[in-house]
């Protein structure tokens, strides 16, 4: 008798646990805009024209993350406790990655990877001048992330009424999307350069005893792909960026040290037009009839 109890009410809390919201959604992520505009007034802040100086010295920093958020009531998720963020290691490979990519630019001089501890939570331009004072930097790339998982349960669910079921059978259908994004400021200016964006979307499948872990891997995987496509984007990014510089050299001042060597952003090919136009005028001025 008491064995048949006990099956029944096994079989209730599976009852309510099937006919219930046994879907979850939870996720993670950090504003670039919460973080440099933390309140009304410095919304209104006026960027002015930038004035870089060549080459760039350059930081890159992710923007601190918001606390994790989670809602739904799926059962076999409640030994997670919130969403998966990005382990600092992670960031800081991110964030040489990136690097990487700017170091290709003869225009870019020094580049600090500047870890997680150094930026405050809604630390606004206030924090990028303390960064500019720390590390010596003049323009930084900031780096934000938006992640989100959904895992709902499809017919194959119903063998969870079952204890091999709710071992063996993957009826749990989990979706990651995730959204990265570079930005890059002229600290003193306020002004945004450019920025590059990322996205990935990774589809899967779990049982439900390990829904945590695969909801972990996929994650991890859904934060490289983004990564990667992002990285993809700021070489794309940075070349409409140096073309902007030579169509409209109005948007941005460009100062050149007296130690800079580098084509900057004009680069190799504005020169070759600059060496056609003198070759031209001296053709001019002495016509080949006169040799």
């Given amino acids: 008798m008491a064995l048949s109890i006990r099956h029944i009410s096994i079989s209730l809390a599976l009852l309510c646990s099937l006919t219930g919201c046994a879907s979850q959604q939870m996720g993670s992520r ?4 919460e973080y440099l505009y933390p309140t009304e007034n410095e919304v209104m802040i006026s960027p002015a024209t930038p004035i870089l100086q060549l080459p760039i010295r350059l930081g890159i920093a992710f923007i601190p993350a918001d606390r994790s958020h989670q809602r739904g009531d799926n059962p076999w998720a409640w030994q997670n ?9 992670a960031k800081m490979q991110i964030l040489d990655n990136i690097a990487a990519q700017f170091r290709e630019r003869d225009f870019i001089g020094d580049i600090q990877v500047i870890p997680s501890a150094y930026l405050r939570p809604q ?4 924090n990028l ?5 720390m590390f010596g930097v003049d323009v930084i790339a900031l780096v934000s992330f938006d992640q989100v998982q959904f895992s709902d349960e499809s017919k194959a669910a119903l063998s969870y009424w079952t204890l091999v079921g709710a071992y063996l059978v993957s009826g749990q259908k989990n979706d990651t999307s995730t959204l990265m994004d570079t930005a890059v400021y002229a600290i003193d200016s306020r002004k945004l350069l450019f920025r590059a964006p990322g996205v ?4 899967g499948r779990s049982t439900p005893i390990n829904l945590s872990e695969e909801l972990r891997l996929d994650s991890s995987a859904g934060f490289a792909a983004a990564s990667e496509d992002m ?16 169509a409209r050299p109005e948007d941005i001042q460009i100062v050149k040290s007296s ?5 900057g952003s004009l680069g190799s090919s504005f020169l ?8 031209s005028r001296q053709r001019a001025r002495h016509p080949l009839s006169q040799s």
């Avoid at 950090?30 to 805009?33: A, F």
């Avoid at 130690?259 to 084509?263: D, I, K, P, V």
């Avoid at 070759?272 to 070759?279: K, N």
């Fill in 30 to 33: 950090s504003s670039v805009v």
């Fill in 81 to 89: 406790t919130g969403a998966n963020l990005l382990t600092e290691p």
């Fill in 123 to 126: 630390g606004s331009f206030t």
């Fill in 129 to 133: 001048d303390q960064l500019k004072t």
């Fill in 200 to 203: 990935s979307q990774i589809q």
């Fill in 231 to 246: 990285i993809s984007n700021l070489e794309t990014e940075l070349q409409r960026f140096t073309e902007r510089l030579k």
């Fill in 259 to 263: 130690h800079y060597r580098g084509g």
């Fill in 272 to 279: 070759i037009i600059i060496f056609g136009l003198w070759l």
